[in-house]
């Protein structure tokens, strides 16, 4: 997988597009998403597992949903949509945007995949789907779910969520407090009784977790589910045909993460198990948000002026808001990187970044250093804020009111049409403080 930045002549370029030239030409503060970079993402795992599939003789086939609660984007979802093989939903608004992109696309060949806590409507809306003919698959989270379904007569696909209790994580704990899925009191009610009811299962899922990928972890959560569950339903039912690994794809770092060998693990891994049991080998489902999406967007912005109150490092101070911009840095401890765009290598000085609301936490640093490497020689300084392209938008809340009122970015699109000619298109202007008015509520007077 490519390395997506590249310096040349001092500028950072991302995905072969100068970050320097888009300031300049479109001001800051900006949000640039790359749409071709979602494609890349899509089309590159699915070619390493197709790949993996054909070399190992594997008679199942690879499905790659994209989970549309990473990002909410139309253009960002439709971009996934229309080179995966079906979107992954949440919830039931999340259900219906879902049903309007196959509706738009006139698309009845590839999945809809329910995970979340249900309620009636939800439900209501899976089944009409389905009567409809499309291939949407209800993942059960909870017995009072299951008897939902079957006193409403659900004549529907299933899968069935496992609850892990010892779900591994990169530090060696474990979650304690994981409240999705079937225990395995639910699981075995479930299981032995779906047959009494119209509905089939067809799909074992657990959820892998964003985690940082480490391969230990990462299998003994995959082997746990197969051997403990999956091989319990394959033995009962013959049309048990899908393992849901859920996310967690690993992340690509700094293009040096080899997805033809871990696809080529994955597939091995669950072949040797499945000849080991004696049963068919499953089709392998992935949920993928984060890996589809994260690295599509950066965030611009301008150094405005430089602060001198800290005797040890300067304050780079940016024309927006480093904590707006990344919720989930701050919040979860994401990572996303900050680094200049421009004069990359000239006079480059230990400073912090800070933004322009008024708050103490509006600042970035590399906490285990205590500040970051920024060119200062005087001319004017841009800063890259990589891979805000997963969360940021449902977290810091698009389209409404934001902390100081700070007004949201310039939004632009970049993507290639079908000739590879590279189109800009503004999705959004800076918001305006009558947009601001509108969603506070208050009317703007002519003299403000």
Not at 372 to 381: E, F, M, R, S
Request: include cysteine; hydrophobic fraction near 35%.
């Amino acid at each position: 997988m490519e390395n997506l930045k590249k310096v040349v002549n001092k500028d950072l370029l991302y995905n072969n597009i100068n970050l320097k030239d888009l300031a300049i030409e479109y001001s800051t503060p900006l949000k640039v998403t790359f749409l071709d970079v979602i494609k890349k993402r899509v089309i590159e795992l699915k070619n390493s597992f197709d790949k993996a599939i054909y070399s190992t003789n594997y008679n199942g086939s690879f499905i790659f949903l994209n989970a549309n609660k990473a990002n909410y984007g139309l253009e960002e979802i439709e971009e996934a949509f229309k080179n995966s093989d079906g979107l992954e939903t949440s919830s039931y608004y999340d259900l219906l945007l879902t049903f309007a992109v196959f509706l738009k696309y006139n698309e009845k060949d590839k999945y809809i995949v329910c995970n979340g806590i249900k309620d009636d409507n939800y439900l209501n809306k899976i089944i009409e789907i389905s009567t409809l003919g499309y291939k949407i698959i209800d993942i059960i989270d909870s017995k009072d779910e299951y008897l939902k379904l079957k006193k409403m007569d659900a004549n529907i696909e299933v899968g069935f969520r496992i609850h892990l209790n010892s779900l591994y994580l990169e530090d060696g704990d474990v979650i304690k407090d994981d409240r999705f899925g079937l225990t395995d009191d639910e699981f075995n009610y479930c299981l032995y009784d779906i047959k009494n009811t119209k509905m089939t299962l067809s799909t074992i899922h657990f959820h892998q977790r964003g985690f940082e990928y480490e391969k230990d972890k990462f299998e003994k959560n995959l082997v746990k589910v197969f051997k403990n569950y999956y091989y319990k339903a394959e033995r009962i039912y013959t049309s048990v045909i899908n393992f849901d690994i859920g996310g967690g794809t690993p992340l690509p770092l700094n293009g040096s993460f080899d997805y033809d060998e871990w696809a080529l693990y994955v597939i091995k891994l669950i072949q040797k198990m499945s000849n080991e049991l004696g049963i068919l080998v499953p089709n392998i489902i992935s949920e993928n948000g984060k890996y589809a999406q994260k690295d599509s967007t950066v965030n611009i912005y301008k150094v405005i002026t430089t602060k001198y109150t800290d005797k040890d490092y300067p304050w780079m101070i940016v024309d927006s808001s480093p904590l707006i911009a990344m919720p989930e840095m701050y919040a979860l401890g994401e990572d996303i990187l900050v680094e200049p765009i421009n004069n990359i290598g000239d006079n480059m000085t230990k400073v912090r970044l800070g933004g322009l609301t008024c708050d103490c936490d509006d600042v970035y640093f590399e906490k285990d250093k205590g500040y970051i490497l920024i060119p200062d020689n005087g001319t004017d300084q841009y800063i890259a804020l990589i891979g805000t392209g997963s969360y940021q938008n449902s977290m810091n809340g698009k389209g409404g009111v934001h902390h100081c009122l700070l007004p949201e970015e310039k939004d632009i699109l970049i993507y290639s049409d079908e000739s590879s000619n590279i189109i800009k298109k503004v999705r959004h202007n800076i918001q305006s403080i009558d947009d601001i008015f509108k969603l506070i509520g208050l009317e703007n007077p002519k003299n403000v």
